[in-house]
C-alpha cells in the first residue's frame, strides 16, 4: 500500500493535555478534558463522536481559532499556543481548514475564493491566479473557474473549498463534517479526492466527523471521542475489530445497520473476519467441532481503508463447556472475536 | 400658477436639495462606516471583542439617534456657525443633517454586516487573515448588497430631514414648501413640492434596490 509508506512516525500535530472550559464560574462547562493526541505526517486521522461531543472545538483549537484553556498544540515541532498575532496568522497558512457549510465568499468567482487566501498571505495578483487555476484543475472544476458560489452544488462547492485550503500549500489539512451536508455519492467523490491529495501531496488530512462510513473508508487511525474525552485510540481496523469501549461499539454497531430491533438474549458473540479466512467454512466447522447450533443474529460486510472484513454476531449457546469448545476453536484458526453486549 | 420665476425657483431648490442630500450623505458615511464597523468588530461575538469600547460608542451613538431631528437641528446651531460661519441656507443645513445621520448610518452599516455569514469569517481567519483584511476583504465585499440598500435608505432618510431643515432656512424644496404653503397659504405649491419630494425619494430608492439586485451574486 502506497499511502501506507508514506505514515511516520513522526508527529506534525501533538495535542497535549488540552483542556477547553467554556463559560466561568456557576455556568463553566469542560468540553474537552485531558486530550492526547499525536498525528502523523502523512497519515488521514478520523476523529468520530456523537453531535456535541465536542469534535468541532477539538479541531479548533488544532488551528487555535479556539483558545485551549490549558494544554499545548505542538504543530510541526513548534508550540502554537504560545504564537501570538502575526506569527499565528503565518501559522495558520500552513493548516488548511474546510467546513460542512463550505463557507465560500459568496461575492466572489470559485477561482476569487481560491485566490483569497493568496492575497491575504500577499501574493501577486497574476501569480495568484495562475496558482489558483491549477488548483482548481486538481479538484475537477476547471470549467467553473467563473462561476459563483451560488451557482455550484455542494459538491462543487466543497471542492472549491478544498483548492481554497490548499492554495498556501498546507502541511495538514482539517475537515470539519466536509461531507455531512453531502449525498452519499458527492460524499464518496469527496473522500476520493481527499484520499488523493494525501497520496500525491502527502498531506496529512484531519477529519472530522459523525459517521463512521467517513472513518472506515479512507481513515488510517481513528480517535473516538465521549464524554469530553478521548475514549480510544487506534487503527481503524483495531478498533474495528476490538473495540474497547462502550462508545466505541455503539458507533460501530450504529454503522453496522445492526440494531436493537433484533431482539436477542443470552450471551453473544462477535467474531470478524479479514480476507484471510473467506476460504474457509469457520462457522460450518465450529458448529461440527462442538455439536452445537449457533444462532446468527446478524451478519455483514464492510470494506475498511481497502481491506476488506466481514463481521457475524452470533447467539452462543447455554452450556458453558460447548462455548469453551467454540472459543478454542476460534483460538486455533486465529479469528478475532468477543464475547459481550452489542446493543447500540 | 406656474410662472417661468416659479418654475426657477423649484429647479434651484431641487439642485439645494439634491446638493444637501448628496454631501451629506457622502460625509454621513465618512464617519458611520467607520463606527458601524468598529460597533461590528468590538462586540462580543466580533472578532476583536472589546465591550467597554463598544459601549462608550453605541451609548454615543444612541443618544444622538434619539434626539429628534429638529431639535437637534437647532441645538448644534453654534457649531454649524463655528464650523460654515452662518445657520441659514443649504450648506449650513450639512452639518446637521451629518450629526443626525451619521449615527443612523453607524447602525445600519452594523446591521448588514453582522449579516456576514459567521462561518465565512472564520474560514478567513483560518487562512491567517488579519482583522484589517476581515474588514475590507471579507465583511465589506460580502455585505455589499446590504450596505447599498443601507446606503438608498440613509439617503431619501437624509433627503427627508433636508426638507424638514426648511422651517428654520435650511434650503432647498422644503424652505419653499414651508414659505409658499405654510406660510402664504399656498396649498398647490406646497403639494408639488411634497410630490417632487416623494419622486426623487422614489428614484433613489429604486436605483439603490437595483444595484444591490445587480451586485449580489447570490442570486443566480
Ligand atoms: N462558544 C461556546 N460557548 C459555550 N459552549 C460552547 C461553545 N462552543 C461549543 N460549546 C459547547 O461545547 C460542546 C461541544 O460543541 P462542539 O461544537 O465542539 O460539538 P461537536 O462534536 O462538533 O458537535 P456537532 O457534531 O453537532 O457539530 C457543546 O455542548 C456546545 O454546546
Ligand atoms: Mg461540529
Do not use: W
Not at chain 2, 61 to 72: M, T
Amino acid at each position: 500500500m502506497a499511502e501506507k509508506n508514506m505514515v511516520t512516525d513522526n508527529p506534525i500535530i501533538q495535542i497535549i493535555n488540552l483542556k477547553k472550559v467554556f463559560g466561568n464560574g456557576d455556568s463553566a462547562v469542560t468540553v474537552l478534558d485531558n486530550i492526547n493526541i499525536s498525528i502523523n505526517r502523512g497519515e488521514i486521522f478520523g476523529i468520530i463522536g456523537l453531535s456535541g461531543a465536542g469534535k468541532s472545538t477539538l479541531v479548533r483549537c488544532i488551528n487555535l481559532l479556539e483558545k485551549p484553556t490549558t494544554g499545548n498544540i505542538i504543530f510541526d515541532g513548534r508550540d502554537i499556543t504560545l504564537l501570538s498575532g502575526r506569527e499565528l496568522q503565518h501559522v495558520r497558512r500552513s493548516i488548511g481548514m474546510i467546513f460542512q457549510s463550505f463557507n465560500l465568499l459568496m461575492q466572489r468567482t470559485a477561482l476569487g475564493n481560491v485566490c483569497f487566501p493568496l492575497e491575504l498571505a500577499g501574493v501577486p495578483r497574476k501569480e495568484a491566479r495562475i496558482r489558483a487555476k491549477q488548483l482548481l484543475e486538481t479538484v475537477g472544476l476547471a470549467d467553473k473557474e467563473n462561476s459563483y458560489p451560488s451557482q455550484l452544488s455542494g459538491g462543487q462547492k466543497q471542492r472549491v473549498a478544498i483548492a481554497r485550503a490548499l492554495a498556501t500549500n498546507p502541511k495538514v489539512l482539517l475537515c470539519d463534517e466536509a461531507t455531512s451536508a453531502l449525498d452519499p455519492n458527492t460524499t464518496q467523490s469527496i473522500l476520493e479526492l481527499l484520499k488523493e491529495l494525501n497520496n500525491k501531496l502527502g498531506l496529512t488530512v484531519v477529519i472530522i466527523t459523525h459517521e463512521m462510513k467517513v472513518i472506515e473508508q479512507i481513515c488510517n487511525r481513528v480517535a473516538i471521542i465521549a464524554n469530553s474525552r478521548i475514549e480510544e485510540i487506534g487503527t481503524v481496523d483495531e478498533v474495528f475489530r476490538h473495540p474497547k469501549t462502550q462508545a466505541a461499539r455503539k458507533l460501530i454497531f450504529s454503522a453496522s445497520g445492526y440494531s436493537e430491533e433484533i431482539k436477542v438474549t443470552g450471551r453473544l458473540l462477535r467474531i470478524v473476519f479479514d480476507g484471510k479466512s473467506a476460504d474457509e467454512p469457520i462457522i460450518a466447522n465450529m458448529i461440527l467441532k462442538s455439536k452445537a447450533p449457533v444462532n446468527i443474529v446478524f451478519a455483514n460486510t464492510k470494506n475498511i481503508d481497502g481491506k476488506v472484513f466481514g463481521q457475524m454476531i452470533l447467539k452462543l449457546p447455554e452450556d458453558p463447556e460447548t462455548v469453551r469448545m467454540m472459543l478454542s476453536y476460534l483460538d486455533s484458526v486465529n479469528l478475532t472475536y468477543e464475547e459481550g453486549k452489542f446493543h447500540v | 400658477m406656474f410662472s417661468s420665476e416659479m418654475f426657477l425657483l423649484v429647479a434651484q431648490g431641487f439642485l439645494e436639495s439634491l446638493y444637501m442630500t448628496v454631501i451629506s450623505t457622502t460625509l454621513a458615511y465618512v464617519f458611520g462606516l467607520p463606527i458601524g464597523i468598529i460597533l461590528v468588530i468590538t462586540d462580543k461575538e466580533g472578532i476583536k471583542p472589546s465591550p467597554v469600547v463598544n459601549r462608550i460608542i453605541g451609548g454615543i451613538v444612541n443618544i444622538l439617534r434619539s434626539v429628534p431631528f429638529i431639535i437637534l437641528l437647532v441645538a448644534v446651531m453654534p457649531i454649524t456657525r463655528a464650523i460654515v460661519g452662518t445657520t441659514i441656507g443649504s450648506t449650513a443645513t450639512i452639518v446637521p443633517l451629518v450629526i443626525a445621520s451619521a449615527p443612523f448610518i453607524a447602525r445600519l452599516v452594523e446591521s448588514s454586516l453582522k449579516e456576514v455569514d459567521k462561518g465565512v469569517i472564520e474560514a478567513s481567519l483560518s487562512m491567517g487573515a488579519t482583522t484589517f483584511q476581515i474588514v475590507y476583504k471579507v465583511m465589506i465585499p460580502e455585505a455589499k448588497p446590504s450596505l447599498i440598500t443601507g446606503a438608498a435608505i440613509a439617503t431619501t432618510t437624509i433627503l427627508s430631514y433636508s426638507a424638514m431643515s426648511g422651517f428654520v432656512g435650511g434650503g432647498g424644496l422644503g424652505t419653499i414648501a414651508i414659505n409658499y404653503g405654510y406660510y402664504r397659504s399656498k396649498t398647490d405649491i406646497m403639494l408639488v413640492m411634497v410630490a417632487i419630494l416623494v419622486l426623487i425619494v422614489q428614484i433613489f430608492q429604486e436605483i439603490g434596490d437595483f444595484i444591490s439586485r445587480k451586485s449580489d451574486k447570490r442570486i443566480k
